[in-house]
Every structure is written in structure tokens, then in C-alpha cells.
């Protein structure tokens, strides 16, 4: 299940499942959307984008979709990996070329 | 993709002094970005340091407090100064080719104010 701890909320998945993260963005004008991984002691890492024109990305065990008209942004990943634990964040785009992130979510797995 | 590492990856530095922090890219990139990331937090953008010019500080960071060099289009520093415990944080440096949307992260500073 997910719930909200005291800084990320965190989701804990069995190694074999497929894990869904969410994230809810704000700015409307927001054309290019990003999906990172960190893992402990490590710097963000690029997953997978979209483009506002499309509404669903397939990567090598991750999919991304976005629904503009809610303004939401999901990442699934398929069989989910002990190595997959980490956090994620979801990080929107509009002119300025620069990433907004969002709050960001834990993904533990277990074995 | 580009590959960006940070001196020091840490330090515990005392109230009222200085540290400065170099972030090296392998490969010469257009933008480069200096972020905090406070422990279960999401990432704050500090600013962008341009080369050869003063960075372009983000509301609630100033110059004085996060000097900022970029001499060239593959070496960046930011210095935190005058530190506080508040300071204490992890400082994350970023790159980014204008020609590609994809943006490269190093490993991060992870600073600890006494």
C-alpha cells in the first residue's frame, strides 16, 4: 500500500509485482515531464520523459503516463526489482528549461 | 551521457566558515545547475551559473551567502558560506546540453554543520 510519512510518501511492493508511483503536478503550461530515480547516497538518475503531445511512454520495464487534464503523472514498473528500491521523483518542464521536482516517493522492495 | 563528480562527496564544517564545493563534467555542457536536497526532501534549485558571467540566483538564495564560479563549460563551484547549522544539507550539482532534454546529476555533497 502507500502512505504518508513524516517526509516521502512510500510504497512497499514484493520483488515480482508491478509498483505504480504517482505524482500530481501544478503548472498547467508544463510541456515535458520527467521521471528520476536516487538511490541512497547517489544523485538523481534519468528514467524516462514524456512530452505533453503524447500520453504514455514504454521504456525497458517502465511506463510512463500523463493525463493533462488532472494533471497527473504516473510511472509503473514491471517486475519489480529488489534494485529498485530508491526514491522517485517526478519533475515537470515548461519554457524555462529548468525542472521543477515534486515531493517524491520511497519505493521499497521486498525479497 | 555525461558523468559529473563533486569535491568533497562530505564534510563537517564548523558554524561561521566556508566551504566550497567543485563539480567536474566530462563532457562540456550548456547549463549547469546547483540544487539542495535536505534530507527526505525533494530537490531545491539554488541556481544557474553561467560561464563567464554572475550565476542567476532562484528567490530565497543570494550571492553573498552562495558564491558561484563557472570558468569554463565543464567545471562549476559553489561555495556556502558563513554557515549555520541550517546549511546543513545535501548540495547537488547538475548538467545539461541545450541540444538534449536529458539532465545528468552528480553524486552530491553531503554537508553537516556543527
Known amino acids: 500500500g502507500e502512505n504518508v510519512g513524516l517526509h516521502l510518501p512510500t510504497l512497499s511492493v514484493q520483488e515480482g509485482d508491478n509498483s505504480i508511483i504517482n505524482c500530481a503536478y501544478s503548472n498547467s503550461a508544463s510541456d515535458y515531464f520527467i521521471w528520476y530515480k536516487q538511490e541512497s547516497g547517489k544523485g538523481p538518475q534519468f528514467i524516462i520523459d514524456?512530452?505533453?503531445?503524447?500520453d504514455k511512454r514504454q521504456g525497458q520495464r517502465v511506463t510512463v503516463l500523463l493525463n493533462k487534464t488532472v494533471k497527473h503523472l504516473s510511472l509503473q514498473i514491471a517486475a519489480t526489482q529488489p534494485g529498485d528500491s530508491a526514491v522517485y521523483f517526478c519533475?515537470?518542464?515548461?519554457?524555462?528549461?529548468?525542472?521543477?521536482f515534486g515531493r517524491g516517493t520511497s519505493l521499497i522492495v521486498h525479497p | 551521457s555525461a558523468v559529473i563528480s563533486q569535491k568533497p562527496s562530505r564534510d563537517i564544517c564548523q558554524r561561521g566558515t566556508s566551504l566550497t564545493i567543485q563539480c567536474q563534467v566530462d563532457s562540456q555542457v550548456t547549463m549547469m545547475f546547483w540544487y539542495r536536497q535536505q534530507p527526505g526532501q525533494s530537490l531545491t534549485l539554488i541556481a544557474t551559473?553561467?560561464?563567464?558571467?554572475?550565476?542567476?540566483?532562484e528567490s530565497g538564495f543570494v550571492i553573498d551567502k552562495f558564491p558561484i564560479s563557472r570558468p569554463n563549460l565543464t567545471f562549476s563551484t559553489l561555495t556556502v558560506s558563513n554557515m549555520s547549522p541550517e546549511d546543513s544539507s545535501i548540495y547537488l550539482c547538475?548538467?545539461?546540453?541545450?541540444?538534449?532534454?536529458?539532465?545528468?546529476f552528480g553524486p552530491g555533497t553531503r554537508l553537516t554543520v556543527l
Open positions: 519533475a515537470e518542464r515548461g519554457g524555462s528549461y529548468i525542472p521543477t
Open positions: 514524456i512530452r505533453s503531445n503524447m
Open positions: 551559473a553561467n560561464q563567464g558571467s554572475e550565476a542567476t540566483y
Open positions: 547538475s548538467g545539461r546540453d541545450r541540444a538534449h532534454n536529458e539532465q545528468f
